[in-house]
């Protein structure tokens, strides 16, 4: 195998396959090295497949957009089904507090051309008849965001970068760098050593050792999230619900019909669960199915097939860190967050052509709001 390449992506995972691909697209030699034995086995494989461009942050809003247009057109353009669904989200809510946060968030996210609305009680149920009337105060409604399979959605993008030319070493681990002081030279891993012009740390939960490799430091931490989904239903509601009440244990919590028929659900423990331990745990579906059935009544019915628990890569902002810090060669692309899934593609897209030197409004944009220099003092709204 070459020991050479232009660019060196270490992690496999939501954000390090799609970048791979874009950069591969424009010519770009890539090697992508993961310790894992197959694409998306981090990270990855645990998120429920939410994809939004409402956030609250002016960078995430225009990296989700780009996202959407591509998951949307991604079949039509590979062939590839990744079963991505555009059944929109809301944000309902049943408390007048919450009622007036969103509102002033939805007229934020409308400057920035966000197709989204708050919906009053009946023009919600309108949209969602399964939801709980009973206090119902309304929420928001944006129909473009949507899902998709992120394991399906990983391995096309796995093959397609596979197709424009990427070399991936799988069952590789990154264990340190060989540099002097600005750059990295080398990339030291289980199985050999290998030179690049650029490094990219995209290692997920891993991002802040990784860092810590190349004498860096970056406020990435896991924090472990449960999930889980239910037998196929005929479909009965559109978008994914999420409910912003905290209540004991528990921030917030999501729900969505999937393209395939199954409700795939996450909760937001409170107060987090820091660290690397991904067993299901016996809390979590007892917790989450009395929140969801509290608000889509109907669900009481449906059986659940499985749970699963994973890592958030977060950082005290609920941003990602995004660019070059102290080394010249070695970008970061980490702390993603809950939202690694619908970013990845439209950083892998933005960032691509920042790295073949394009000069792009968004770009700056990203690295301004994303800086992995920044204060991490404006958290995000909807992180
Ligand atoms: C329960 C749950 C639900 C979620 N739901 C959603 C959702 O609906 N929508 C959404 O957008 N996001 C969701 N997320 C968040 C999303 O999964 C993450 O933000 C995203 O996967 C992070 O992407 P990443 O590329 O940074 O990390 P990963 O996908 O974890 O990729 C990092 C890769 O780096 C590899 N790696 C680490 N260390 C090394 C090393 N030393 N050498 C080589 N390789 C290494 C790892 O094995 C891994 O494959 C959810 C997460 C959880 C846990």
Redesign the pocket.
């Known amino acids: 195998m070459e020991n050479r390449f232009d660019i060196i992506i270490?992690?496999?995972?939501?954000?390090?396959v799609p970048l791979a691909y874009f950069l591969a697209k424009e010519g770009v030699k890539v090697l992508v090295?993961?310790?894992?034995k197959s694409p998306?086995?981090?990270?990855?494989k645990?998120?429920?497949?939410?994809?939004r461009a409402t956030h609250s942050n002016p960078a995430k809003i225009v990296v989700g957009l780009k996202s959407i247009e591509i998951f949307k057109n991604w079949e039509m353009e590979t062939g590839d089904n990744i079963e991505w669904y555009q059944g929109g989200y809301s944000f309902v809510t049943y408390r007048k507090s919450d009622e007036e946060t969103l509102k002033e968030l939805v007229r934020y996210q409308k400057n920035y051309g966000l197709n989204i609305d708050f919906l009053n009680r009946n023009d919600l149920l309108e949209k969602i008849p399964a939801l709980n009337p009973y206090g119902l105060r309304g929420g928001t409604y944006s129909p473009e965001d949507g899902s998709a399979s992120p394991l399906l959605a990983i391995n096309s993008f796995y093959r397609h970068a596979v197709k424009h030319g990427t070399t991936f070493l799988f069952d590789?681990?990154?264990t340190g760098f060989t540099k002097n002081k600005h750059s990295i030279i080398e990339v030291k891993t289980t199985k050999g050593n290998f030179r690049g012009d650029i490094f990219i740390n995209?290692?997920?939960?891993?991002a802040s050792q990784?860092a810590s490799m190349a004498e860096l430091s970056i406020p990435v931490n896991p924090d472990s999230?449960?999930?889980g989904v239910t037998e196929p239903v005929k479909r009965f509601f559109d978008p994914m619900i999420v409910d912003i009440r905290p209540q004991e244990g528990s921030k917030n919590f999501y729900f969505y019909q999937h393209k395939t028929g199954q409700i795939i659900f996450?909760l937001t423990p409170y107060p987090s669960i820091w660290g690397f331990d991904v067993r299901e745990t016996s809390e979590f579906l007892p917790q989450v199915a009395r929140r969801m059935i509290e608000v889509v009544p109907k669900l009481v019915n449906i059986r659940v097939r499985r749970t699963w628990r994973?890592?958030?890569?977060m950082t005290p902002d609920g941003n990602p860190i995004v660019g070059f810090l102290e080394i010249n060669n070695f970008l970061q692309l980490?702390g993603?967050?809950?939202?690694?899934?619908?970013?990845?593609p439209g950083l892998g897209f933005y960032l691509a052509k920042y790295l073949i030197g394009e000069k792009l409004d968004e770009v700056d944009l990203i690295l301004r709001e994303f800086n992995p220099g920044r204060e991490f003092a404006k958290e995000e709204m909807l992180k």
């Open positions: 270490i992690g496999a995972g939501s954000t390090g090295i993961e310790k894992e998306g086995q981090g990270s990855n645990a998120a429920i497949g939410g994809i590789a681990e990154v995209a290692a997920g939960a891993y990784i999230h449960e999930a996450c994973g890592l958030y890569p980490a993603m967050c809950g939202q690694g899934f619908m970013l990845g």
